[in-house]
């Protein structure tokens, strides 16, 4: 069937056609930020609350056996989506959160003085400071993954970067800012080699494109469902069966354990419940099921190649304005970053909104990569599966015909 954008709008109350925003129609260019919800998730997720409302794992009656299926289904549907075990699903809250339980369950366990942890300067925040933090704790290093000219992370790079004291790489799939995508299964082969785990931030490549974790080959994914048509305050850590096993748990309490003694001792439940400590977001897992099986009834290949389609008509548009900079025009993906000569971001953002148009303005998480753009901020529009050509129309034209801030704050 073909990829109908208008037809999949229709699915989204947030697309209705009478949305405005500033009394304009409403252009939602910021979904590398956050996306919206079809009817069908938004229905799950309440359905949780009408329908089926108990814990899961802790009841001896059918409401509850029911969570205790769903929580397990949704494992079962991610695990298919992303080709992995389902018991290699972790529910966190979200990326950030995954990542945070790799630093502290698995870094703070096996790094020592002296080993090192390699990153890039691009990386989100989540990327960055859970790794930061925990080389304080064990006196391990931090280091770099140097950019190439256009802020691309290559394996060239990488075999540059690797020595043998590095035990953990960890990098966005995806880049949040300037969206190049990484060779995701070449770097874990060489990680590998070097005897690190390759820890991937899939926070911008899950929603966007197919991920098979069994062929990449590496060790940890992490990713959010609300940037995936999915509710907020759920996502995942997938990871190795083994390496999970071998892993701390971080959040201690009810539902991760197997029981407990008087002398301190704790015997835990195996992965991934022995990570989820505390009832989980049940209405969450709900939607996030919903998530999954809409994406994968688009197609991420079909998905991918529409976001593709829509930045190259972008980009075409764009070209032989001298004025307005575009830094990552070799990216194959939904996101423009690109600043306006002379106008602050956060001008040009609010310009923007004037005209009904949500684009992302600043240093978007990343904020050590400005020192390499040599700009102290960056706009980013970020298109997805329901983005129209029109929709990019009317943004390119608002960034050609520009306007006056005054009118924005004034008018
Ligand atoms: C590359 C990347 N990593 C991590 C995150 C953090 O995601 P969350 O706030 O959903 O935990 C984001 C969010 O923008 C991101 O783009």
Request: aromatic share 12%.
């Amino acid at each position: 069937m073909a990829y109908d954008v208008y037809k999949i709008r229709e699915l989204f109350p947030m697309l209705r056609k009478d949305k405005t925003m500033q009394g304009k129609p409403l252009v939602f260019l910021d979904n590398a930020s956050t996306t919206f919800k079809p009817r069908s998730v938004i229905d799950a997720c309440s359905s949780y609350y009408e329908e089926h409302n108990s814990n899961s794992h802790r009841g001896d009656y059918d409401l509850a056996y029911d969570a205790d299926m769903m929580v397990q289904k949704t494992r079962d549907t991610i695990a298919k989506f992303l080709n992995c075990d389902s018991r290699e699903v972790v529910f966190t809250s979200g990326d950030t959160q995954a990542l945070n339980l790799l630093a502290y369950g698995y870094a703070l366990k096996f790094l020592k003085e002296g080993d090192e942890i390699l990153l890039s300067i691009e990386e989100h925040a989540s990327n960055l400071l859970p790794w930061f933090k925990v080389a304080q704790l064990t006196k391990a290093k931090v280091s770099y993954i140097p950019l190439n000219k256009y802020g691309q992370i290559t394996v060239q790079n990488l075999k540059k970067a690797l020595s043998s004291k590095t035990k953990i790489v960890s990098v966005a799939h995806v880049s949040n800012v300037l969206g190049y995508t990484v060779d995701i299964k070449e770097f874990a082969k060489i990680a590998h080699q070097f005897g690190a785990v390759m820890v991937v931030d899939g926070a911008q490549s899950v929603p966007h494109s197919k991920i098979d974790f069994k062929d990449l080959d590496i060790d940890f994914l992490t990713f959010s469902a609300h940037k995936m048509c999915g509710p907020t305050g759920i996502g995942c850590l997938i990871g190795k069966y083994d390496l999970l096993d071998r892993m701390d748990s971080f959040s201690l309490g009810g539902g991760m354990n197997v029981t407990f003694h008087k002398d301190a001792t704790i015997e835990y439940l195996n992965p991934p419940s022995k990570f989820e400590g505390g009832t989980l977001n049940l209405s969450g897992i709900y939607g996030f099921k919903a998530a999954v099986e809409f994406l994968m009834d688009l197609g991420m290949d079909n998905i991918h190649a529409h976001e593709v389609e829509l930045q190259e008509y972008a980009l075409k548009r764009l070209k032989g304005y001298k004025n307005i900079y575009i830094y990552n025009a070799h990216a194959r993906g939904g996101i423009i970053t690109f600043n306006i000569e002379g106008v602050f971001s956060q001008d040009e953002a609010t310009l923007f909104n004037h005209k009904g148009i949500a684009i992302r303005s600043g240093l978007h998480c990343a904020k050590m990569l400005p020192e390499f753009l040599g700009v102290p901020s960056t706009c980013r529009a970020s298109f997805y599966l329901y983005t129209t050509k029109e929709e990019v129309d009317a943004f390119v034209d608002a960034l050609i015909n520009g306007g006056d801030i005054l009118d924005a704050y004034f008018s």
